[in-house]
């Protein structure tokens, strides 16, 4: 977009430049700048002088770029090259040094200057940015020791998980025989446990994890914990979402109990297929849809083994704030409303 110059301003010296230009600039509370149709500046307004330290003179007398940090000064050159071919508008980040020798962060925005349909060259606006390049150094250093600190914690998490395996099973293989079924049945649930803080360490990004491969990731894992080929858990629907931690850990709790659940009630040469529908859109809340195979199944499920399903995944839901329904059976899903701020889609 071409901006038409103001006041008849002419082309190349700054004398040429009228008057109420130059007031229109000197008033403006932001730095200002003009350039001829060769790039050459040919005048600063009173701010951007304040900001240098310099004369109007002393600034188009030297190049300004000068002034510029040595790390920005090949981008900025390259941007403003290929904003002049093309006449085009254009707007860059650089830090300027101030009159006092600090390095402040500029926005500088400009658009070309055209009268009679003949290009004069650019004015450009300057703001200062520097807060906010700092706030979002800010949160960028504090969303990394996040990811660290998470990674830490459910590293040691699983690591203590490990041994409570282990131990679970020693006492299960020496308790009576009507009791083992209920050991193996709390071990396969802390494997389980294991199993989902370990695929939340493996996501790419801790602190937001999306939640289709989640969940894909998850379902092939619990798919081996007995007896491979036993547990089938499929997932599919019409979206995925963004959820942290905290929401991913109790969808993956909850999974991993239908699982268990499906396991608990049938025998051993009956297959477990668990499917999950992830439904999200823009601007709706997420879905998950939960069916479970187990209640197809005709067969006896293992004796002396309470079903603690139902309870243990309202608690999960209730820990994450996701509003849950039904009985994962075909006639009645488990439904899992997951809350808006939780998520992105």
């Not at 010296?13 to 008033?27: G, I, K, M, N, V």
């Not at 700092?134 to 020791?145: D, G, S």
């Not at 998950?288 to 309470?306: H, T, Y």
């Amino acid at each position: 977009m071409a901006v038409e110059t103001p006041g008849g301003a002419g082309v190349g010296e700054t004398a040429a430049l009228s008057d109420s230009f130059r007031r229109f600039a000197d008033s403006v509370p932001l730095m200002m700048w003009r350039s001829d149709e060769s790039g050459r500046p040919i005048h600063h307004n009173e701010c951007w002088l304040e900001f240098t330290g310099r004369s109007l003179d002393e600034e188009l007398a030297q190049d300004w770029r000068r002034g510029l940090h040595p790390d920005d000064f090949e981008r900025h050159a390259r941007v403003v090259a290929d904003a002049f071919a093309a006449r085009a508008h254009f707007t860059v980040e650089f830090r300027l040094r101030r009159h006092d020798g600090a390095y402040r962060w500029l926005l500088d925005t400009a658009r070309p200057l055209v009268e009679d349909g003949r290009f004069l060259g650019y004015l450009g606006s300057c703001f200062d940015i520097t807060d906010r390049k700092h706030a979002e150094e800010h949160i960028e250093h504090a969303l990394a020791e996040k990811e660290t600190l998470l990674a830490e914690v459910y590293h040691r998490v699983r690591n203590n998980l490990q041994v409570m395996v282990s131990l679970i099973g020693l006492y299960g293989r020496a308790a009576p025989d009507p009791c083992r079924g209920s050991f193996e049945a709390l071990g396969q649930r802390v494997r389980a446990i294991a199993l989902v803080q370990q695929h939340l360490h493996e996501a790419p990004h801790i602190a937001s994890i999306d939640l289709k491969d989640y969940l894909h990731r998850l379902a092939s894992g619990l798919g081996q914990l007995r007896r491979a080929g036993r547990i089938s858990v499929q997932v599919g629907g019409t979206g995925t979402g963004l959820v942290e931690p905290r929401t991913a850990n109790a969808l993956g709790m909850i999974v991993a109990e239908v699982v268990a659940e499906c396991l608990d009630a049938t025998a051993e040469s009956v297959a477990c297929p668990i499917t999950i529908e992830i439904q999200a859109g823009a601007g709706a809340p997420v879905r998950l849809s939960i069916v479970s195979g187990a209640s197809e199944a005709d067969q006896p499920g293992r004796p002396n083994v309470p079903k603690l399903g139902p309870r243990l995944i309202a608690a999960y839901a209730a820990q994450a704030e996701i509003a849950v329904s039904g009985t994962a059976t075909a006639a009645d899903p488990l439904l899992l409303h997951l809350p808006e701020a939780r998520v992105r889609t």
